[in-house]
């Protein structure tokens, strides 16, 4: 069993940045890969990245490639997302997961999400 935390989110303004933290507890989390996802008013929850359970490998949605980067520690049972350049279109809010299978993005465990606000 793994349970997770996130926690960071916050206010920013267009432009701004935050750090999304992810807290796990279990001993089997540094085995799993972890991904990222968000849910916005009104739409359905999606992707946003993953990586991998050594964080050797990273995958991104294309909206956010280039600005959002995914790291973990498992010596701290935590996965981190950093967030840069926000747009009001990343207003959502952010769930962290551990998935089943790298490639694919099916989920074994939720978090219970955290707001991000964007104001434009």
């Known amino acids: 069993q793994v349970q997770l935390v996130e926690s960071g989110g916050g206010l920013v303004q267009a432009g701004g940045s935050l750090r999304l933290s992810c807290a796990a507890s279990g001993r089997t989390f540094s085995r799993y890969h972890c991904g990222w996802f968000r849910q916005a008013p009104g739409k359905e929850r999606e992707f946003v990245t993953a990586?991998?359970?050594?964080?050797?490998?990273?995958r991104y949605a294309d909206s956010v490639k280039g600005r959002f980067t995914v790291s973990r520690n498992n010596a701290k049972n935590t996965v981190y997302l950093q967030m840069n350049s926000l747009k009001p279109e990343d207003m959502a809010v952010y769930y962290c997961?551990?998935?089943?299978?790298?490639?694919?993005?099916?989920?074994?465990?939720w978090g219970q999400g955290t707001q991000v606000t964007v104001s434009s």
């Open positions: 990586i991998s359970w050594n964080g050797v490998n990273t």
């Open positions: 997961a551990a998935l089943e299978n790298y490639y694919e993005n099916s989920v074994r465990y």
